[in-house]
Nanobody, 121 residues
Framework: QVQLVESGGGLVQAGGSLRLSCAPS????????MGWYRQAPGKQRDLVAT???????NYADSVKGRFTISRDNGKNTVYLQMNSLEPEDTAVYYC???????????????WGQGTQVTVSS
């Protein structure tokens, strides 16, 4: 069984910074795209940022210039550096990885359990 383990959430004042990390536990053969999504209370889950194995990134307009996604392919770990945080960034942040468990298995989207980020004004 593969699980994505997230860490780094917490409470921070507006203007502050947090760094999220996510790595899989269990056997993984390969990961193509990794990303972060967030869900605020009463709202749908939205894309924050994604990164391919080659390093190509994509960001939601609301976080461009403030958040940076990166990954360590050797560790299968993805990071989200969040700067200049705003109260509107308050949400549960979820990690996603498009991965194969074995060489000939089907690629599947795995999700983490989520980590709470709260930004106070």
């Amino acid at each position: 069984q593969v699980q994505l383990v997230e860490s780094g959430g917490g409470l921070v004042q507006a203007g502050g910074s947090l760094r999220l990390s996510c790595a899989p536990s269990g056997n993984i053969f390969s990961i193509t795209e990794m990303g972060w999504y967030r869900q605020a209370p009463g709202k749908q889950r939205d894309l924050v940022a994604t990164i391919t194995s080659g390093g190509k990134t994509n960001y939601a307009d609301s976080v461009k210039g403030r958040f940076t996604i990166s990954r360590d392919n050797g560790k299968n770990t993805v990071y989200l550096q969040m700067n200049s945080l705003e109260p509107e960034d308050t949400a549960v942040y979820y990690c996603k990885a498009a991965a194969k468990r074995y060489e000939f298995s089907v690629e599947y989207d795995y999700w983490g359990q989520g980590t709470q980020v709260t930004v106070s004004s």
